[in-house]
């Protein structure tokens, strides 16, 4: 019997293995999901961004990191948390200041993570 499908087994092994646990991350899908983090707190932070969600979530998933996964999740509210721990005793002026030039529509480390309101 011909399989109607021939490359269904094959497409759903790559699915599966399209995107790796938290715990089991790259280097690589660990800063993407850092700087990910920061683009959150900016928008968190700061009355004048919003985190540009559709290029967070495709670079995530570029990366191999799926953006709906509990533990992606867990570990990516846990980091903005931290960040904004870590932000919390400076100027929200300066903060705001950093956050654009590294993740605004120019960033320095992710372009266009964050956009103006």
Partial sequence: MRRRYKHAE???????????PAS???????NVV?????ALAAEAMCPA???NLVLINA?????????ARD????????RVVEIMKEMSGRSQVITCIS???LYGPRGQN????????
């Fill in 71 to 78: 533990d992606v999740n867990e570990r990516l509210q846990r």
């Fill in 99 to 101: 956050f654009n030039t």
């Fill in 49 to 51: 961004f919003r985190a």
């Fill in 24 to 30: 089991a991350m790259t280097p690589a899908q660990r």
């Fill in 34 to 38: 850092n700087h990910a983090a920061h």
């Fill in 110 to 117: 992710v372009e266009g993570f964050i956009t103006p309101k």
């Fill in 59 to 67: 670079t995530m998933i570029a990366s191999g990191v799926s953006p």
């Fill in 10 to 20: 094959s497409a759903f092994a790559v699915m599966l293995g399209c995107c790796s």
